[in-house]
């Protein structure tokens, strides 16, 4: 395992020399000059001259990633145009609300969602089944600022039972994690149903039958094992999904994290802030899937071996 592991993560450093040049082009290819832009409309060609030196651009393209990259291994993110403060303290700040509200979201929606997926395929095509299916459909249709409008206007309005916003105690994470899992949630209950409806038709479910094995053990204790690597394929795919998806959420609930702070950036164009937030993006989505690569391989041993 850990040779597969060790493999898997000197195949992660092209990938992330890839990502770092695209996030590194970024500055240079969006609109405008981004010295203008630190500068500010009022400032005299030698303030805008300054300001390109300070930030580096005056120096060949080449040189400029060398730097960028040495920077980056050291940790240095540069500052952010509109407070001055360094760029990772300000990420370090908020990193941490959305990590919790990240893993609070795949955790509900893990259980719930395989939940929903076990019931609905253990009574297939019963009520219990039409509505888990319901459940998910719904989940999967309604977009999570909308759910998170409705948590707001039920649960904050009308019962006074979580507050609207902010992440000042643990009712602080319940309504945006929700909002924020309840489309992965409907999309592992459906995922779970149909693996575990096929496992069920396998040869070794009825081989179980044959031994006097009970349905919990069947279920738990043979097919839902080999029908969870599809679902943590898409979990963890998802996963990677929500860091960057918690964006609209956060905003809606005024919640305090790289969301909030990444659509603010974009508002005062902190390119700085804007760069590392993308970059902080990316890879946390190459981690996420080599986190899902080794529990592939642990729930298939199989492809340790290919």
Do not use: C
């Given at each position: 395992?850990?040779?597969?592991?060790?493999?898997?993560?000197?195949?992660?450093?092209?990938?992330?020399?890839?990502?770092?040049?695209?996030?590194?082009?970024?500055?240079?290819?969006?609109?405008?000059?981004?010295?203008?832009?630190?500068?500010?409309?009022?400032?005299?060609?030698?303030?805008?001259?300054?300001?390109?030196?300070?930030?580096?651009l005056d120096k060949p393209l080449y040189e400029q990633y060398f730097v960028y990259l040495k920077d980056l291994l050291t940790g240095n993110?540069?500052?952010?145009?509109?407070?001055?403060?360094?760029?990772?303290?300000?990420?370090?700040?908020?990193?941490?609300?959305?990590?919790?509200?990240?893993?609070?979201?795949?955790?509900?929606?893990?259980?719930?969602?395989?939940?929903?997926?076990?019931?609905?395929?253990?009574?297939?095509?019963?009520?219990?089944?039409?509505?888990?299916?319901?459940?998910?459909?719904?989940?999967i249709s309604l977009p999570n600022f909308w759910v998170g409008l409705i948590l707001i206007q039920i649960f904050s309005v009308q019962l006074?039972?979580?507050?609207?916003?902010?992440?000042?105690?643990?009712?602080?994470?319940?309504?945006?994690?929700?909002?924020?899992?309840?489309?992965?949630?409907?999309?592992?209950?459906?995922?779970?149903?149909?693996s575990l409806v096929e496992s069920m038709k396998q040869d070794y479910i009825r081989m179980g039958r044959a031994k006097g094995l009970n349905?919990?053990?069947?279920?738990?204790?043979?097919?839902?094992?080999?029908?969870?690597?599809?679902?943590?394929?898409?979990?963890?795919?998802?996963?990677?999904?929500?860091?960057?998806?918690?964006?609209?959420?956060?905003?809606?609930?005024?919640?305090?994290?790289?969301?909030?702070?990444?659509?603010?950036?974009?508002?005062?164009?902190?390119?700085?802030?804007?760069?590392?937030?993308?970059?902080?993006?990316?890879?946390?989505?190459?981690?996420?899937?080599?986190?899902?690569?080794?529990?592939?391989?642990?729930?298939?041993?199989?492809?340790?071996?290919?």
């Amino acid at each position: 395992m850990w040779q597969y592991i060790a493999k898997r993560l000197v195949s992660l450093i092209p990938l992330l020399l890839v990502v770092s040049f695209i996030v590194f082009m970024f500055i240079h290819l969006i609109p405008g000059d981004p010295a203008r832009l630190l500068a500010g409309k009022e400032a005299t060609a030698e303030e805008v001259e300054m300001a390109r030196v300070s930030l580096g651009l005056d120096k060949p393209l080449y040189e400029q990633y060398f730097v960028y990259l040495k920077d980056l291994l050291t940790g240095n993110l540069g500052y952010s145009v509109k407070s001055g403060v360094a760029v990772s303290q300000l990420i370090g700040e908020r990193i941490l609300p959305t990590l919790g509200l990240t893993f609070i979201s795949i955790i509900w929606a893990l259980v719930v969602g395989i939940l929903i997926g076990v019931v609905s395929a253990v009574y297939r095509n019963k009520w219990p089944d039409h509505l888990g299916m319901f459940t998910a459909v719904s989940g999967i249709s309604l977009p999570n600022f909308w759910v998170g409008l409705i948590l707001i206007q039920i649960f904050s309005v009308q019962l006074g039972i979580f507050p609207t916003g902010g992440a000042e105690s643990w009712k602080s994470y319940i309504m945006p994690s929700f909002a924020l899992g309840a489309g992965i949630m409907a999309m592992i209950a459906r995922f779970t149903r149909s693996s575990l409806v096929e496992s069920m038709k396998q040869d070794y479910i009825r081989m179980g039958r044959a031994k006097g094995l009970n349905s919990s053990q069947i279920i738990f204790g043979h097919a839902l094992k080999n029908s969870l690597i599809p679902v943590v394929t898409v979990a963890g795919l998802q996963f990677g999904f929500l860091l960057g998806g918690s964006v609209v959420v956060e905003k809606v609930f005024s919640f305090p994290g790289l969301g909030t702070l990444l659509i603010d950036s974009i508002q005062f164009r902190d390119y700085p802030v804007v760069q590392a937030e993308i970059l902080l993006f990316a890879i946390q989505f190459i981690v996420v899937n080599l986190i899902i690569d080794i529990v592939y391989s642990y729930l298939n041993p199989k492809i340790r071996y290919e």
